[in-house]
């Protein structure tokens, strides 16, 4: 079992979206007394910066009691917060990821990254189909490989309760990278359950990375990415739970 008292947590996909929600409320709901150290990833430096300052001033996210304030001040004198600006697409991005990671020391690893061209299959580039499998599957099972080499406590990636089990029209090769997701951690599972990975599958979530001419933002079916981070948190603090948790929408 993780101490809660001196986790070192690295959050993969972190500046922007689900990733982003997730850090800043991870972050708010540790104890004051939590000496935990976070490790930020993602491709985009500005925004990392930017997320970095959020984090340790609660003015710059609009919560302005004494008690955030100090309690803010609190948590980033015990803890640390490490940025690394990679492009997860890339060999080159991942080898350093991983390099920095070994570095860090993470007891705890969340995958939110990934993503994909929306709209006809074949109107879209080859090459932005290869993102999307390169940064939604294909670093993420390099990752979990890594992961249990170096014995990583824990490893959480983030699926969708949508797309890991039935088609997405106009979203093919995000899609099918889900799918693979999900047959990797169930395989592993049953190949090693001492190892703890854990699917999260949330529905659609309301963030300014999908497209606002999807069909999930039209219909209305999206959920709060803070509700949604809520739940990860506390799910990922518990052992004695269900390695794959699915939020419907």
């Known amino acids: 079992m993780i101490s809660k008292s001196r986790q070192k947590i690295a959050i993969l996909g972190a500046s922007r979206g689900f990733g982003r929600a997730f850090a800043l409320t991870s972050w708010s709901l540790g104890e004051e007394d939590e000496k935990s150290s976070l490790f930020l990833a993602s491709r985009n430096q500005v925004d990392l910066e930017r997320l970095r300052a959020e984090l340790l001033c ?3 996210r609009g919560e302005n009691s004494p008690l955030e304030q ?28 991983l390099e920095n990671l070994e570095i860090f020391c993470a007891d705890k690893i969340f995958y939110f990254a990934g993503g994909g061209p929306y709209g006809a299959y074949e109107k879209k580039a080859w090459k932005d189909h290869l993102w999307a499998w390169q940064v939604t599957f294909l670093f993420a099972a ?7 080499l ?18 997405d029209p106009r979203a093919a090769s995000y899609c099918s990278a ?10 592993l599972n049953l190949e090693k359950p001492d190892f703890d990975l854990r699917l999260f599958s949330p529905p659609y979530l309301d963030t300014d990375l999908l497209p606002p001419n999807a069909s999930p933002r039209q219909s209305g079916r999206l959920k709060s990415p803070e509700e949604m ?3 990860l948190w506390q799910w990922s603090q518990s052992d004695s739970v269900e390695r794959h948790l699915v939020m419907r929408a």
């Open 58 to 60: 609660p003015e710059a």
């Open 70 to 97: 100090e309690r803010a001040q609190k948590r980033g004198n015990l803890g640390t917060i490490e940025l690394l600006s990679a492009d997860f697409s890339t060999q080159e991005g991942q080898e350093r990821t």
């Open 142 to 148: 390099r990752l979990v490989h890594w992961a249990m």
């Open 150 to 167: 170096k014995g990583v406590d824990q490893v959480i990636l983030v699926g969708s309760a949508i797309a890991e089990n039935k088609g």
């Open 178 to 187: 889900k799918h693979a997701l999900l047959g990797l951690f169930k395989s």
């Open 229 to 231: 981070a809520t739940h």
